[in-house]
């Protein structure tokens, strides 16, 4: 039978998906939503997101844990915000009006990006740590990568020597980027993550007040686009970058969970673990580690209607270069669109009757 989403692909592990043709799906039902990193790329799921965090989990009373990535982890501490809602629109609109061009056409420095993000991020949440913190509900978990030896430190020449390693190492396996770059889960210390990181390298440490902005500027960290942040309160020293680099897509051990589901609002299907992974197909597939996953992600067809037929994404800084309006007119766009995937969410979700789901 076709399917009645035109927008919305709802695609789901064996177990989730067992859950969805029986009960379909409830608020009650989600104990972990992740937050991939993928930059420009988030605000597509913008609508869906204002949704999902301001509405609909507002009807169950049962702790979410949200775990983001690089944006990813933007977007998730913007909803344990009082008025979610408003907070994701505010990213939104932040983002689109962020200005990285040069009247001279040049890439702009990764001092002045780091520095007007850091400025962005302390705007939004600067003075609200506890109340982010405290959140009633949501349990916020931040993702950066620590770098080890050559990348324990940035530097002009061991960084790229140090990234060069790191690529070459996870081409052989995934685990052996552990000896370049480790994953750091900076988490709420009310209630540790629902599974254990036993897939790669890992160091959690407690998520404070004084070190929530510092995490959330690392885990945005792209190298050689932004400065690494030295040195995060509390955490082992070193340089953190980009939580996207070890965990893209947070293939995590959602089949752990015991009972409930892990709710993936996501901009492509497949979940790919690391950022150098992207080119590696072989990785992108499903695992029993996404048994208990539900993805939402755009159809091909709603992606057709999008300026340019695609995304937005971080290449159109480039794209676009001076023309600020254009690009700027073309992501609201793409952020306008949004809305027709929260409108067929709620409408799959509202009735409660049971939901057909692809595989993943």
């Known amino acids: 039978m076709k399917s009645p989403l035109v927008a919305l692909r709802v695609l789901a592990g064996p177990v989730a998906r067992a859950h969805l043709q029986q009960q379909g799906l409830r608020p009650q039902d989600v104990r972990v939503v992740p937050g991939a990193a993928g930059g420009p790329k988030g605000l597509a799921l913008n609508r869906l997101d204002r949704y999902l965090f301001g509405h609909w989990l507002a009807r169950s009373t049962q702790v979410v ?92 020449w061991r960084t790229p020597a140090g990234f060069l390693g790191a690529f070459a190492s996870n081409v052989m396996a995934r685990r052996a980027l552990g000896a370049w770059l480790e994953r750091v889960v900076f988490s709420d210390q009310r209630d540790d993550l629902p599974f254990e990181l036993t897939d790669f390298r890992s160091h959690r440490v407690p998520l404070t007040i004084g070190n929530l902005l510092p995490a959330v500027v690392a885990s945005c960290s792209i190298p050689f686009w932004m400065r690494a942040v030295h040195d995060v309160p ?50 992108h597939r499903a695992t029993a580690a996404l048994d208990r996953l539900v993805v939402l992600a755009p159809r091909r067809e709603w992606l057709a209607t999008l300026p340019g037929g695609r995304l937005p994404d971080r290449g159109d800084f480039q794209r676009f270069g001076t023309d600020l309006a254009g690009r700027q007119a073309a992501w609201r766009r793409a952020v306008g669109e949004g809305q ?21």
């Open 340 to 360: 027709r995937l929260a409108d067929e969410f709620a409408a799959l979700t509202e009735s409660g009757a049971p939901i057909e789901a692809e595989a993943l």
């Open 65 to 156: 844990h949200l775990v983001g990535a690089s944006v990813g982890a933007w977007r998730m501490a913007a909803a344990c915000l009082p008025d979610a809602d408003r907070a994701l629109e505010r990213l939104a609109d932040d983002y689109i009006r962020a200005d990285y061009s040069r009247a001279d056409g040049r890439r702009p420095s990764a001092q002045s990006v780091s520095d007007d993000f850091t400025a962005t991020v302390q705007a939004h949440f600067g003075g609200r740590e506890a109340t982010l913190l405290s959140h009633p509900r949501f349990r916020l978990h931040v993702v950066a990568s620590r770098g080890r030896h050559l990348l324990r430190r940035e530097g002009r």
């Open 234 to 283: 509390g955490a082992p020293p070193g340089a953190y970058w980009d939580g996207g680099i070890t965990d893209y897509h947070l293939h995590w051990r959602y089949d752990a969970l015991g009972d409930g589901l892990a709710l993936y609002p996501h901009f492509q299907p497949s979940v790919v673990p690391g950022w150098l992974d992207k080119g590696l197909r072989h990785r």
